[in-house]
């Protein structure tokens, strides 16, 4: 029975990434909850020798530089969302241990819905759960668990039913659901229940590390600065008061009986997407590619219009031709809620080195097919690129004089071919053959794969030929 | 030579201390007090009485500070002093009472090897 009871090593021994100078302390007050727990938590990760695959999440509250104190993993996240990220973690890496460390304004508030919903999936996460009645980070204001009555800084005469509603009970609510094998409410109040809650905290790691199960602890827990009450004094309210609202014990368990959920990662076969999906492999040509190898490509396109114009099949068009070409490529679309009408704009990039970001800011060619769309992105085109626009439809041309303009009557033209939607296509035509970085016969040859309705071909075909035989009459 | 046999013994960590008194309420035998002096955080810390303490632990589990509170279960603070290789100093140390010869520096808390 020798034994020593000392700093957890799943602490730092020097908080360094703390700033300032005392980085042996946390930053929480004195007689905080949260280090009771931290300290239960840590024994725990280190008597089951699981700190090394352990990832912790740190929340929005006072927790958020837990990743200061765990020599764990670390994520810090946006509020309210860690049982969505933690999902993410989980699912990428099976075999890591997921801590969500979560706050009553975070899960019960804005982020009341990530963690139901995580919960009903029954991923295989150990949620703790703080519950100090009230916001404590920000100085103590009203929370969705504040209790009836509690006299908060937003509730200066007390939470009222009428105007604030009920506390919320969280435990009871994810005990509801199917998927979570274990939930408890414990508290940090007086001794014995601070040993229960270390039983409980290493009983929801078990089920996690042996059978990859959801569980669920809500720990009643003082603030005594957010109080206004001693260290003591908060231990006593949550041990007398809190209690009263939220009833201790086991909301739900099912480990006896819970099979475990499987560790292994699952991953999609792109050939069974494909299937699906109906896709083709893209074919790529060697020898009907090799004059374009060498060249060097950096384009970035915009392409803006009004809904309907085909402007977002213009740049898939754009980059399905460039994929074949070998390129890098992306496709960006930007729509408004209309299917039809309204504006559009999408940004391909056509490259020859990987992509970093398919945001264009700056295009080195704009494609215009409307007036607004040449009013709103002219000034942004980078000197030395390229404007082309329709001129059928656009009664002014670009005022720009350090940039190469090309106007193209193409709605005009699409209607002498006898379909006005074709116009976008007489563009592509005529822009491949200006920019001359891929074969207008790949492009006539694989347009079919691009299209949905398949009896278009032969018209789309007409309008990449009456495009580029357009510019090769302006050159 | 065992100063006193006694079932255990607490060492508060002055500096790592925020004075919050819980641990001082939930000790079984009362054998800590908050000093009446201040850390250099400006907080009164708690302290041990220098006797009583009998290993239980409860202080380290109510105390929030991860690195404020080290409890020794049945190890005897001996009366001479010996040579510390990780503080470089002598200190007194603390000897497993099951084993008299694994000892413990009273200011690192490492393990002193006597071979």
């Not at chain 1, 020593?4 to 929480?28: H, M």
């Not at chain 1, 991923?123 to 009555?149: D, K, S, W």
């Not at chain 1, 060697?286 to 190898?293: L, S």
């Not at chain 2, 000790?27 to 850390?39: E, H, M, Q, R």
Request: hydrophobic share 35%; aromatic share 8%.
């Amino acid at each position: 029975m020798n034994k020593i009871l000392r700093k957890s090593n799943v602490f730092y021994d020097v908080y360094e990434r703390r700033p300032g100078a005392d980085k042996l302390t946390t930053t929480y007050c004195p007689g905080c909850g949260h280090g009771i727990l931290h300290k239960l938590i840590a024994e725990a990760l280190e008597d089951f020798g699981v700190q090394d695959r352990t990832i912790f999440i740190s929340p929005v509250g006072c927790s958020v530089f837990a990743y200061y104190y765990f020599h764990t993993g670390n994520v810090q996240v946006a509020h309210g969302r860690a049982p969505a990220v933690g999902t993410g973690l989980k699912r990428a890496n099976p075999n890591s241990i997921v801590i969500s460390y979560q706050g009553d304004g975070d899960l019960a508030a804005i982020g009341g819905l990530e963690i139901i919903n995580a919960a009903n999936r029954g991923e295989g996460l150990t949620v703790f759960f703080v519950n100090n009645a009230i916001y404590g980070m920000t100085g103590g204001q009203m929370a969705p668990t504040t209790l009836i009555g509690q006299i908060t800084m937003t509730t200066p005469l007390g939470r009222s039913v009428e105007n604030e509603g009920y506390p919320i009970h969280m435990s009871e609510i994810i005990a509801t659901l199917e998927a979570p094998v274990y939930v408890e409410r414990v508290m940090l109040g007086d001794t014995k229940s601070i040993m229960h809650t270390r039983k409980a905290v290493r009983k929801a790691l078990k089920i996690q590390i042996e059978k990859n199960g959801f569980s669920f602890i809500e720990v009643l827990s003082a603030c005594p600065s957010g109080w206004k009450m001693t260290p003591i004094q908060g231990e006593k309210w949550v041990t007398d008061t809190m209690t009263k609202y939220f009833p201790l014990g086991v909301k739900k368990d099912i480990s006896d009986t819970f099979e475990g959920r499987d560790f292994s990662r699952k991953n999609v076969e792109p050939s069974e997407l494909h299937e699906v999906l109906d896709i083709k492999e893209t074919r790529i040509d060697a020898e009907k590619i090799a004059p374009f190898i060498m060249k060097l490509v950096a384009e970035e396109i915009k392409i803006a219009g009004f809904g309907g114009q085909g402007v977002l099949s213009l740049g898939t068009v754009l980059s399905e031709m460039g994929m074949r070409h070998n390129y890098e490529v992306s496709w960006l679309p930007s729509y408004g809620p209309e299917m039809r009408g309204g504006t559009a704009n999408c940004s391909v990039k056509i490259s020859s080195k990987k992509i970093g970001s398919p945001v264009v800011a700056n295009p080195t060619i704009l494609i215009a097919m409307n007036r607004p769309s040449l009013d709103k992105f002219e000034t942004g085109v980078v000197s030395g690129g390229l404007i082309v626009y329709d001129s059928s439809l656009i009664d002014r041309a670009p005022t720009r004089t350090d940039v190469t303009v090309i106007p193209i009557p193409a709605t005009k033209m699409a209607d002498e071919l006898g379909n006005t939607k074709i116009a976008n296509m007489i563009i592509v035509g005529a822009l491949i053959k200006y920019l001359g970085i891929m074969s207008q016969e790949i492009v006539l040859d694989s347009i079919g794969d691009v299209l949905k309705r398949k009896e278009l071909v032969p018209l789309n075909q007409k309008a990449i030929l009456k495009g580029a035989e357009f510019i090769k009459n302006i050159k | 030579m065992s100063e006193a046999a006694s079932r255990g013994h607490v060492v508060i960590n002055t500096e790592e201390c925020k004075g919050c008194g819980l641990c001082i309420e939930a000790c079984p035998p009362k054998v800590l007090y908050l000093s009446k002096k201040f850390n250099t955080h400006g907080y009164h810390n708690s302290a041990y009485k220098g006797e009583g303490c009998t290993g239980c632990g409860v202080c380290f589990y109510a105390c929030p500070e991860p690195g404020a509170i080290t409890v020794f279960k049945r190890w005897d603070l001996m009366t001479d002093i010996r040579m510390c290789p990780h503080c470089r100093e002598k200190h007194k140390v603390y000897s497993k009472s099951t084993n008299p010869d694994e000892l413990i520096c009273t200011q690192c808390l490492k393990p002193i090897n006597e071979g």
